[in-house]
C-alpha cells in the first residue's frame, strides 16, 4: 500500500517558525533571514518524511500564518479595504500585505482592520475567515505551492501539494455582498483552481490533495451541487492529474453517495473520528477509485492501538485489494506536536502511551510492515496498549465515587438571574457600561523569563512569588489609573490558560516540547490528561486574595472552565470525555467556592472552546451542548446569589448555540465581536439574552491601537441591540501577547469610549 501524510506540522520542532515571524515584525531580522528560516523547516520535513519510507509527502502544508489565508493570496481574495495598502507595494505578494491581512495595518498613514478569525472546524486552530465581494478580480497572484513543489524537487522530493478546496475554501468564507452566491463564486473561482492545478501538472506533480473537510458536516443541496460542479470541471480539464480528495474531522454519512462519484483519482476517510463508515465506503467504492485510509490519530497524542486498526486496514485488503489501498493519517499532524524523542521528563510509564508527529509517521509505515508480515512491531505496540489498560495510576476510585453523588441541585443556582442581578449590582455599585478586562495583561518577556528561571531552580519560590506580587502591584495601579471598574490580577503565574491548571490538578502530566500552533505564530502546549482529575488544593486564591488587598475595586477571580480544559488538552480516550469534564467541573466546583470564601465577589470562569467541542453534525449536538451546559453550571452553582459569575467565549459563531449559552445562566458573558463589527451580538438581540453581556470593542489579535470613535461607534451597535444596563465594556479576550505600550494606549481609549457611551445613554434617557 502507499502511505500517505496528510498534512505535517510546521512551527519547528523548537518553533524557529514562531520567532522567526516575530523577530521580522519586530524589525530584528530581514525577510531574507525569515524566508531563509521557511526553507530550512520545509526541508526538514519533507527529508524526515522521505527517511521515514513516506511516499505521498505533502507540500504547501506549510504556511507562514494560515493555510486558509494562502489561498486567500493564492487566488486574490483580498478584501477592498486592503487594496489601497496593495497598490503602495510593487509586488502584490510581499509578506506585508500577507501580515496585515492577518494582524492588521497601523502605520504610514493606513490603519485597516485584519480579516476576522474563527475555529477549523471543531480543532483549536484558528483561520483567517476569507471575505467575498463582488468587486475581486480572481486570479493566479500568488502560486505558492507551485514554488513549494519545484522546491521540493530541488531537494530530490516529489510532493503531493496539498490545497484547500474550492468548496470547503467557499463555505469557509464571508460572502459581503447581496448579489454573491456560492454559485457566482464558483464560477468565479474554478478557472483560478484550474489554473492553479494546471501549473502544478506541468511543473511535474502526478498527484495534489485537495482538502474538502465540509463532506463531514451537514450540506443543503445547493452545497452538494457545488462539489459537482467544482470536480466534474477540474477533471475535465486535467484528466491524468490525479486528485486525493481529502475528508476528516468525521464521517461522510448522508454526503457518501456524493463523495464517492465524484470524478477523483482517489478519496481519503477518517477511521479514527468515524471508523464505522468504512463498510458502507467499502460496499460502494467505485472500481477506478483508490482509497486512502486515516488510521492514524492526527488529532491526538496517543499511540496508535496497532490490532483496531489492523481489523480495519485487513477488511479493506479482503473487499478491494491491496493496490487499490493507500494507509495515512485521519488529517494533517499539525494538530499534535513534533516529536516525542524530545520529551526528557515524561513518566516511562506514561511516555510508552504516546505518539507525536514523528512517531505517527513511523506508525503508518509499521502497519504497512505488519500487514507485510513484521509480527515484531505488533508485539511491541500491544505490550504497550496492556499496560495502560492495567496501569493503577489511571483510575481514582473516589473520584469516580464523587461523580456518581452529583445532583439535579448541584447544577442551579439559589435565585433567578434577575434577582441575583439587584443584590449583585447593589454589592458592586458599578456605573453604567462598566469597563474591565478578559484577565490576562502582557507577558513580558522579564515575566517569562522569570517563570523559566524557577523552573530551572536560578532562582527561590521565594524571590519568584515575590516577584510576581511586585507585578500584580504594579498592574492594580495601572488598571486604578487607567480607571477601569471591574480589575484583574493579571495572571503572571500562568504560563498557559490551561496547563497552569492542570499542573495543579492530579490526572495530568506535560511535555516540554510539545508545541502545537493555535493561530499565526501563537502555539499552545496542551496538557495530557491520561488519568481521574482531582483538586489536591487551592490554585488561584492566594494570588486573588493579595490582588483585592490592594483595592478597593473588585478584583475578578480568573478561572478556566472544565469544557476549555478538556477542548485543549490531549484527552485520555480509554473512558467517555464526558465524564472526564464533569471530573474536570467538580475540581473548578472547590476553587469557586474557596474564592467566594476568600472574599471575591467576581469570578469568572472562561469557556472560549465550548463552541469548538460542537459536533459537526446537528444530530449529535443537544447531547453535547446539554453535557456542557451541565459541566459549566456544575463548576459555578456553589455559588451566593450576591456572587456575579462572569464566563468568556471568542472566535466563535453564537446562533446555534444562543439557548445553550443562556442555560449557562452566567450573569455576565463577555464575547468576541470586534472584527465581525458587532455581528456576532444580532443573536444575543434575536434571542433576546436576558443576562448581561460583554461585547469586545478591542481585537487583541492585532497590533493596532483602536481609536475612541471606533470603540464608540460599536458600544452604538451594542446599544442598538442590548438594554444599555446589560452592556460590559472590555476588549475581545486576554492581553497576555500585546505590549504594554499598546495595551495601555487601547483601554484608556476603551475607558473614555465607555464613559462617553455613559454621558449619551444618559442625554438620550
Known amino acids: 500500500m502507499l502511505t500517505n501524510i496528510a498534512g505535517y506540522p510546521r512551527i519547528g520542532s523548537q518553533r524557529e517558525l514562531k520567532k522567526a515571524c516575530e523577530n521580522y515584525w519586530a524589525g530584528k531580522i530581514s525577510l531574507e533571514r525569515l524566508e531563509l528560516t521557511a526553507r530550512q523547516l520545509r526541508k526538514e520535513n519533507w527529508t524526515l518524511l522521505q527517511e ?101 524537487l530541488s531537494h530530490g522530493i516529489t510532493t503531493k501539494p496539498v490545497l484547500i478546496g474550492p468548496v470547503t475554501f467557499i463555505l469557509s468564507g464571508k460572502i459581503k455582498d447581496a448579489e454573491l452566491s456560492h454559485d457566482t463564486l464558483l464560477e468565479k473561482l474554478l478557472p483560478v483552481y484550474i489554473q492553479l492545478l494546471t501549473a502544478l501538472q506541468e511543473a511535474g506533480a502526478t498527484w495534489v490533495q485537495l482538502d474538502e473537510p465540509s463532506l463531514v458536516t451537514d450540506l443543503e443541496p445547493a452545497a452538494k451541487a457545488l462539489y459537482d460542479t467544482a470536480y466534474t470541471a477540474i477533471r475535465a480539464a486535467l484528466p491524468d492529474l490525479k486528485i486525493l480528495l481529502a475528508t476528516y474531522f468525521g464521517g461522510l454519512e448522508d454526503n457518501t453517495e456524493l463523495a464517492l462519484q465524484l470524478p477523483v483519482s482517489a478519496l481519503h476517510i477518517d477511521l479514527v473520528r468515524a471508523p464505522e463508515q468504512l463498510d458502507t465506503i467499502l460496499a460502494d467504492l467505485p472500481a477506478n477509485k483508490l482509497l486512502s485510509l486515516g488510521v492514524v490519530d492526527g488529532r491526538n497524542i496517543w499511540k496508535n492501538d496497532y490490532n483496531a486498526s489492523l481489523a480495519l486496514i485487513r477488511k479493506a485488503i479482503a473487499q478491494i485489494g491491496e493496490d487499490r489501498l493507500l494507509l495515512g493519517t485521519s488529517c494533517s499532524l499539525l494538530h499534535v506536536p513534533y516529536d516525542l524523542d524530545a520529551e526528557t521528563a515524561l513518566s516511562p510509564e506514561i511516555k510508552q502511551w504516546m505518539a507525536f508527529a514523528k512517531q505517527k509517521v513511523g506508525e503508518v509505515v509499521a502497519l504497512n510492515r505488519i500487514i507485510a508480515g513484521d509480527t515484531t512491531l505488533l508485539a511491541d505496540n500491544e505490550k504497550a496498549m496492556n499496560s495502560r489498560k492495567t496501569s493503577a495510576s489511571i483510575h481514582l476510585p473516589a473520584v469516580k465515587d464523587r461523580l456518581k453523588q452529583v445532583t439535579t441541585a448541584d447544577t442551579q443556582r439559589h435565585s433567578t438571574f434577575a434577582h441575583r442581578q439587584l443584590l449583585q449590582h447593589a454589592v458592586l455599585q458599578l456605573p453604567l457600561f462598566p469597563t474591565t478586562t478578559i484577565g490576562s495583561f502582557p507577558q513580558t518577556t522579564e515575566i517569562r523569563q522569570l517563570r523559566a528561571d524557577l523552573k530551572k531552580g536560578v532562582i527561590s519560590q521565594e524571590t519568584y512569588d515575590a516577584e510576581i506580587r511586585s507585578a500584580i502591584t504594579d498592574t492594580i495601579y495601572r488598571q486604578e489609573n487607567l480607571g477601569l471598574d471591574v480589575l484583574v490580577h493579571g495572571e503572571f503565574e500562568r504560563n498557559d490558560m490551561v496547563e497552569y491548571f492542570g499542573e495543579q490538578l492530579d490526572g495530568f502530566t506535560f511535555t516540554q516540547n510539545g508545541w502545537v500552533q493555535s493561530y499565526g505564530t501563537r502555539c499552545v502546549k496542551p496538557p495530557v490528561i491520561f488519568g481521574d482529575v482531582q483538586r489536591p488544593r487551592p490554585m488561584t486564591v492566594a494570588w486573588s486574595r493579595y490582588a483585592q488587598s490592594l483595592t478597593n475595586k473588585p478584583v475578578k477571580g480568573m478561572l478556566t472552565g472544565p469544557i476549555t480544559i478538556l477542548q485543549w488538552s490531549f484527552v485520555r480516550n480509554d473512558q467517555p470525555r464526558m465524564d472526564t469534564a464533569f471530573q474536570l467541573a467538580l475540581a473548578i466546583r472547590d476553587e469557586v467556592k474557596d474564592l467566594e470564601d476568600a472574599g471575591i465577589t467576581v469570578i469568572q470562569v472562561d469557556e472560549p472552546a465550548l463552541r469548538e467541542g460542537l459536533p459537526l453534525r446537528k444530530a449529535l449536538r443537544a447531547a453535547y451542548l446539554e453535557d456542557a451546559v451541565k459541566a459549566f453550571r456544575l463548576a459555578v452553582c456553589t455559588v451566593d446569589d450576591a456572587t456575579q459569575v462572569h464566563t468568556h467565549m471568542c472566535y466563535a459563531e453564537f446562533n446555534d448555540i444562543i439557548e445553550h449559552i443562556a442555560a449557562m445562566d452566567a450573569d455576565v458573558i463577555t464575547i468576541e465581536t470586534s472584527r465581525s463589527q458587532m455581528e456576532l451580538l444580532e443573536a444575543f438581540a434575536h434571542f433576546r439574552y436576558p443576562n448581561e453581556t460583554g461585547p469586545g470593542v478591542y481585537d487583541i489579535h492585532s497590533p493596532r491601537v483602536p481609536t475612541v470613535k471606533e470603540m464608540e461607534a460599536l458600544l452604538e451597535k451594542a446599544a442598538q441591540l442590548l438594554p444599555a444596563r446589560n452592556i460590559w465594556v472590555n476588549p475581545d479576550c486576554g492581553l497576555k501577547t500585546r505590549k504594554w505600550a499598546e495595551t495601555e494606549a487601547a483601554l484608556r481609549n476603551m475607558v473614555t469610549a465607555a464613559k462617553n457611551a455613559r454621558i449619551k445613554q444618559t442625554v438620550s434617557c
Open 52 to 152: 521515514a519510507g513516506i511516499d505521498l509527502i505533502s507540500s504547501n502544508d506549510f504556511s507562514y500564518y494560515d493555510q486558509v489565508l494562502d489561498m486567500s493570496m493564492t487566488v486574490g481574495v483580498i478584501p477592498s479595504r486592503f487594496q489601497a495598502l496593495r497598490d503602495t507595494f510593487a509586488n502584490p505578494n510581499c509578506p506585508e500585505l500577507y501580515f496585515a491581512l492577518a494582524r492588521g495595518y497601523q502605520k504610514n498613514n493606513f490603519d485597516i482592520t485584519a480579516l476576522e478569525m474563527t475555529k477549523w472546524f471543531d480543532t483549536n486552530y484558528h483561520y483567517l475567515v476569507p471575505e467575498f465581494e463582488s468587486r475581486q478580480q480572481y486570479a493566479l497572484h500568488n502560486p505558492k505551492c507551485v514554488q513549494e513543489f519545484k522546491e521540493a
